[in-house]
């Protein structure tokens, strides 16, 4: 497997980790789709995204939902900001942007699902995106 900007540092500042920088909101471990640690800089282009994804049966919900620390290193690029998301069969169906420098914490992102019935892929995204 390649070494991207997502892949690099898994289990110890990506992917499910135990944190050393933020406390998670239930549990021991948190789920890093970018790095916890900041300083780590990557080439990156728009379109390019990580995301986490699982099968889950939707029949009889009306919301997907999910809480999220969203931190933006400083220095991004003019025009361009990343964004995440709640994406349903690889389609966006909720998101936040996050600009340069920032920090949001995001509690309650949800997506509207009740129109949907049977098992789908849910995931949540993070993208880098142009403005």
Not at 86 to 103: F, L, N, T
Not at 106 to 115: E, F, G, L
């Amino acid at each position: 497997m390649a070494l991207t900007a997502f892949t690099s540092r898994l289990g110890v500042g990506q992917g499910r980790i135990r944190p050393q920088r933020a406390t998670p909101v239930s549990g021991e471990f948190l789920f890093v789709l970018g790095d916890e640690e900041p300083g780590h800089f990557f080439e990156m282009a728009p379109g390019d995204f990580a995301e986490v994804t699982q099968a889950v049966d939707v029949t009889g919900l009306a919301l997907v939902r999910c809480a999220l620390r969203f931190r933006v290193p400083p220095g991004a690029p003019s025009g361009l900001a990343w964004e995440a998301s709640i994406v349903v069969d690889g389609v966006k169906y909720a998101r936040c942007i996050g600009r340069s420098g920032r920090e949001r914490l995001v509690t309650d992102m949800a997506a509207n699902v009740s129109k949907l019935s049977g098992v789908h892929t849910v995931g949540v995204r993070l993208e880098l995106i142009s403005l």
